[in-house]
Nanobody, 124 residues
Framework: HVQLVESGGGLVQVGGSLRLSCAAS????????MGWFRQAPGKEREGVAAISPGGQLTYYGKPVKGRFTISRDNAEKTVYLQMNSLKPEDTAMYYCASRKWGCTGELRAEDYSAWGQGTQVTVS
């Protein structure tokens, strides 16, 4: 069972940037679609971005498209989320998730089987 550990969250000013990292414990991660989701207090979990196993395909939620970039380093078993031009509405707990085999093209939490504990991002 893959274990995922997020890092890189914190407090940032409006317009600033952060880079989140997700380190995976499992070899063979290069066969998994990896995603980032977020959840703000009182709101449902929202899909942020996903990346195909080989990194060729990426998917973004509308609120973050053009501002966030997902990438992966399979040799290092790590997935990244570069967040630029941050807004107060980006404030949330951010979770890394893994799905065996390819991405579906949709950012649905129920499609992912392994989750990290989350890292808090606060924009003010």
């Amino acid at each position: 069972h893959v274990q995922l550990v997020e890092s890189g969250g914190g407090l940032v000013q409006v317009g600033g940037s952060l880079r989140l990292s997700c380190a995976a414990s499992e070899r063979g991660l290069n066969r998994n679609c990896m995603g980032w989701f977020r959840q703000a207090p009182g709101k449902e979990r929202e899909g942020v971005a996903a990346i195909s196993p080989g990194g060729q395909l990426t998917y973004y939620g509308k609120p973050v498209k053009g501002r966030f970039t997902i990438s992966r380093d399979n040799a290092e078993k790590t997935v990244y989320l570069q967040m630029n031009s941050l807004k107060p509405e980006d404030t949330a707990m951010y979770y890394c998730a893994s799905r065996k085999w390819g991405c579906t093209g949709e950012l649905r939490a129920e499609d992912y089987s392994a989750w990290g504990q989350g890292t808090q991002v606060t924009v003010s």
